[in-house]
């Protein structure tokens, strides 16, 4: 006795998903799913060159999560932001050092997110000025996340403006010879 067997394929709806309106407003691509149920909670890995269009972004990775489902569209919330390991592993090299920094923050709006930077110095130094280094990043990360929502800090370190600052705050204790996110979680 032969059985029908269906094309589980042809029962498949394709749902357009869009980034977060901070990251952009265009459609970044296509995810396919039986119903709006399947697609609820999706995480979404693109790079962030493809929903900015900057070259500068091509080493960062984004996860977005589907949050909302309209008709054949599927919102997004960003979930997280990351270099690529490659990006990273390239940066430090021989007589440099390197400084990672966590932090767990709140934005002005009491959303919590967790930051991970990389300092890198042009020279190899000592722990006390690593020590020196971290404790002051520490303290303008806390108040730069306490004065800026969390869309703010994000466009901030996109741009480069965030970097720039809290690297003229150390460079009197030791040069940096690049200051990159590492890592952030909503």
Do not use: C
């Not at 929903?51 to 500068?56: L, N």
Request: charge should be positive.
């Amino acid at each position: 006795m032969a059985t029908k067997v269906s094309d589980k394929w042809k029962n498949k709806v394709w749902f357009n998903v869009y980034p977060p309106k901070m990251l952009g407003e265009s459609a970044i691509g296509e995810i396919p799913a039986n119903d709006e149920k399947g697609v609820m909670g999706r995480l979404i890995k693109v790079s962030m060159s493809w929903i900015t269009h900057r070259p500068e972004h091509s080493f960062m990775l984004v996860g977005l999560r589907v949050k909302q489902v309209n008709g054949n569209s599927a919102n997004t919330e960003l979930d997280y932001i990351e270099q690529t390991y490659s990006y990273i592993h390239s940066l430090v090299k021989r007589h440099s050092s390197a400084i990672y920094t966590v932090n767990k923050l709140k934005d002005k709006d009491g959303r919590s997110f967790v930051l991970k930077l990389l300092a890198v110095t042009a020279d190899k130094i000592r722990t006390p000025k690593k020590t020196a280094i971290r404790k002051e990043l520490d303290s303008y990360i806390n108040e730069f996340s306490a004065s800026h929502t969390a869309d703010e800090f994000l466009n901030a370190i996109l741009s480069n403006a965030f970097q720039g600052e809290a690297v003229r705050r150390v460079t009197n204790i030791a040069h940096l010879s690049k200051l990159e996110l590492k890592k952030i979680e909503m």
